[in-house]
């Protein structure tokens, strides 16, 4: 039997690479101290201003910059997802999720991360 890796528009390498990198930022609250979490969020923004998006999204979909890559993938399960919608939370409330969640954990519960600033 031959194994082979299929590169797709859909599953190939960026996907992969992607989904990695959102569940690493995702799971962050659990091993960065919140004030790394808050600059990252910070330059992220700034990069979002700056580029108009994810360059793994444009190089994926293309250069539609309402395009994300949650609601891509989203949007197969759930056909009426907003597009803007969809994009101003992954872009704006995830990030304040992540980084309350950190806050709150590190400087309340004393839960201490194991990247420290």
């Not at 890559?69 to 989203?74: E, M, P």
Request: proline content about 3%; some cysteine.
């Amino acid at each position: 039997m031959k194994f082979s890796l299929k590169i797709t528009k859909e599953f190939g390498l960026i996907f992969w690479v992607h989904l990695f990198l959102i569940i690493f930022f995702y799971l962050s609250f659990l091993y960065i101290d919140w004030r790394i979490i808050l600059s990252g969020i910070i330059l992220l923004q700034i990069y979002y201003l700056l580029r108009g998006g994810c360059d793994l999204t444009f190089i994926q979909f293309g250069d539609d910059k309402n395009t994300t890559f949650v609601w891509y993938y989203l949007h197969k399960f759930l056909p009426n997802l907003n597009k803007k919608t969809t994009k101003i939370f992954i872009r704006y409330i995830i990030p304040s999720i992540i980084f309350l969640a950190s806050f709150l954990l590190q400087e309340f519960i004393g839960y201490i991360p194991l990247i420290k600033f």
